[in-house]
């Protein structure tokens, strides 16, 4: 890998850095949100959803136009708005402002991640993308490790405003990178054929069954992630007395230990295949789902363990489904594919939440009731994604 690869890949890996503690910091921040706002799990669930769907939105409309600029003015333009919105949630002031500006955030953010993994995939061959995959998704780890615990310090010592507004703070810095170090990315731009209408972006999808399938994959793998994750933190402190205190923990372990796993994951998926490693982590996958949604006790070694067995084999599943999903598609349409791909996962990462949240109840005690029924719903969403990848083929080289 070459020096300028490698400059392009911690970029990225800022970029993913930033974005994904704007997303995930909402989650452990939930009892503190619900106590402040005196809102239910279900009204949690619309803020954490709020960016979801408008990102997905946003999302969904890029396509028809991504492809036809350099991906680096796009993510350029996206990441400027994102951190415009996520300044935005840091003065927010009640629930409702504070969704308002999770809307504004998803809209830029929506074209983030699929811009993200479009210039992987143009800047790495199929043979080592899934390991430059697995150092973009390494920013998920650093954000658990530093990102999670830093920001759940900063809302524990100045309010829960302060995590956002020192997002934004660093968003800026990666702005800054962004314009001065990345170089102009439109390959996919040479020898480009116009298309006769922007909707043919999505009859140029519907007519492809491997690339429906790819989204379909897409789509289970979000469904079964995300009806669970948002509400980890509120059970655990709701039902089995684990310390809020402690929450930080769950996420500076699961981060150490995909800091590790990630790119050994990546360089896996490239020597052994993408179906067969994403099989065997969607499998063990199951094992903390089950675990973590039966929590049986509040020990911090027993949530700590489970928690980070949870981490290590949900990143390893999605390693190598980006590899794949990335690949059914020629470079010239990779952009609007992907865009279209991250709608689709901000959907269902979206509706998920809601399924999580009409599904748990809240008892005049506190209880949060019905989280083991979301746990066999994300099972049972893992278990199809494992027939649906097999038919999803590798087109592109």
């Keep these: 890998m070459t020096q300028k690869e490698k400059l392009l890949l911690f970029i990225l890996a800022c970029i993913n850095f930033t974005h994904i503690i704007d997303f995930m910091i909402m989650m452990p921040l939930g009892p503190q949100l619900m106590k402040i706002f005196d809102i239910s799990p279900r009204q949690f669930g619309f803020v954490v959803s709020a960016y979801g769907l408008s990102a997905g939105i946003s999302g969904f409309l890029s396509a028809f136009f991504v492809d036809n600029y350099d991906r680096k003015k796009v993510v350029l333009f996206a990441y400027t708005g994102f951190v415009i919105g996520t300044l935005a949630c840091g003065i927010a002031p009640t629930y409702e402002i504070l969704i308002l500006a999770r809307v504004v955030a998803g809209v830029f953010g929506g074209l983030i991640g699929a811009q993200v993994l479009s210039i992987v995939a143009d800047a790495f061959e199929y043979e080592r993308r899934a390991t430059a995959m697995g150092f973009v998704t390494a920013a998920f780890s650093l954000a658990s490790v530093i990102g999670i615990p830093a920001g759940l310090f900063l809302a524990g010592k100045f309010g829960w405003h302060s995590p956002f507004l020192v997002v934004g703070g660093l968003g800026i810095l990666v702005v800054i990178l962004i314009y001065s170090y990345v170089p102009r990315l439109d390959n996919h731009l040479k020898n480009r054929q116009l298309k006769e209408s922007p909707f043919t972006v999505i009859t140029d999808i519907t007519r492809n069954p491997n690339q429906l399938r790819a989204l379909s994959l ?124 991250s709608s689709v996962q901000l959907f269902a990462q979206a509706i998920a939440t809601n399924i999580g949240g009409f599904i748990i109840h809240k008892t005049p005690s ?22 649906i990848a097999k038919t999803v083929k590798p087109i592109a080289k």
């Design 218 to 341: 897409s789509t289970i793998i979000m469904l079964g992630h995300f009806s669970i994750i948002p509400y980890i933190s509120p059970t655990l402190v709701a039902n089995v007395g684990f310390s809020q205190d402690n929450i930080f923990l769950i996420y500076f372990v699961g981060g150490i230990l995909t800091i590790f796993s990630a790119p050994m994951v990546g360089k896996l998926a490239d020597r052994k295949g993408k179906y067969p490693v994403f099989v065997i982590f969607a499998l063990l996958s199951m094992i903390p789902i089950f675990l973590i949604t039966n929590m049986f006790s509040g020990a911090l070694w027993a949530v700590l363990v489970i928690s980070g067995i949870f981490f290590v084999f949900s990143n390893g599943r999605l390693i190598p489904t980006q590899a794949i999903v990335s690949n059914v598609v020629s470079s010239g349409q990779r952009g609007s594919f992907m865009a279209i791909n």
């Design 366 to 387: 506190g209880y949060l009731e019905n989280y083991p029924y979301v746990g066999y719903f994300s099972m049972i969403m893992i278990f199809m994604s494992i027939f």
